[in-house]
């Protein structure tokens, strides 16, 4: 099992950078997939970026694609989502996720995460 904490959201100007990070207590975090989604207001929760259990593969959202850079860090038992060139857009609540999915197809749908973290703010103001 796996409980997720993240961390690192606030308020930036638009062109500002963060860099959130997803803190994870179970010592077979290692053998999970780490994705990360966002919610805006009234809006559906929708994938940004993933990262396979080894860390050879990633995947991202054409929306954050060129932006964003998904990373993990094992031996933390943490993963980062750095976010450069951010957008008005890019407002919306951030949450880590932790799955097993069993194609590359399958790292952006929601259901295949069995973890969740809390969420953590992200404002980009213009």
């Known amino acids: 099992q796996v409980q997720l904490v993240e961390s690192g959201g606030g308020l930036v100007q638009a062109g500002g950078s963060l860099r959130l990070s997803c803190a994870a207590s179970?010592?077979?975090?290692?053998?999970?997939?780490m994705g990360w989604f966002r919610q805006a207001p009234g809006k559906e929760r929708e994938f940004v970026a993933a990262?396979?259990?080894?860390?050879?593969?990633?995947y991202y959202a054409d929306s954050v694609k060129g932006r964003d850079t998904i990373s993990r860090d094992n031996a933390k038992n943490t993963v980062y989502l750095q976010m450069n060139s951010l957008k008005p857009e890019d407002t919306a609540v951030y949450y880590c996720a932790a799955g097993r999915p069993g194609y590359s197809s399958s790292y952006g749908y929601t259901h295949e995460y069995d973890y969740w973290g809390q969420g953590t703010q992200v404002t980009v103001s213009s």
């Open positions: 179970g010592r077979t975090f290692s053998s999970y997939a």
């Open positions: 990262i396979s259990w080894t860390g050879g593969s990633t």
